[in-house]
Nanobody
Framework: QVQLVESGGGLVQPGGSLTLSCAAS????????MGWYRQAPGKQRELVAT???????NYTDSVKGRFTISRDNAKKTVYLQMNSLKPEDTAVYYC?????????????WGQGTQVTVSS
């Protein structure tokens, strides 16, 4: 079974930067699409960024130009570089692994890491 472990969250001031990491185990990492989601208190979980098996990326509009998702298949790790952070970026960030079987997607999730943007 696939297991995901996030790290790198913490407290940062507005305008600052933070890098999140997600280490995967139990699968062939290079064959999976990866993503980052976040959930703020009282709100629905939302997609932040995705990266597919050939490195194609996608971002939600609110983070475009500020966040960068990347992957290192040799290290079985996906990263989220966050720059110019805003208070509204405060949330629990979750790593996502998507295994595609035909037209059906199976999602695996990490435990989450807290990101707080505040003065």
């Amino acid at each position: 079974q696939v297991q995901l472990v996030e790290s790198g969250g913490g407290l940062v001031q507005p305008g600052g930067s933070l890098t999140l990491s997600c280490a995967a185990s139990g699968g062939i990492f290079s064959l999976y699409a990866m993503g980052w989601y976040r959930q703020a208190p009282g709100k629905q979980r939302e997609l932040v960024a995705t990266i597919n098996i050939i490195g194609r990326t996608n971002y939600t509009d609110s983070v475009k130009g500020r966040f960068t998702i990347s992957r290192d298949n040799a290290k079985k790790t996906v990263y989220l570089q966050m720059n110019s952070l805003k208070p509204e970026d405060t949330a629990v960030y979750y790593c996502n692994l998507r295994r595609r079987r035909g037209t059906v997607d199976y999602d695996y999730w990490g435990q989450g890491t807290q990101v707080t943007v505040s003065s």
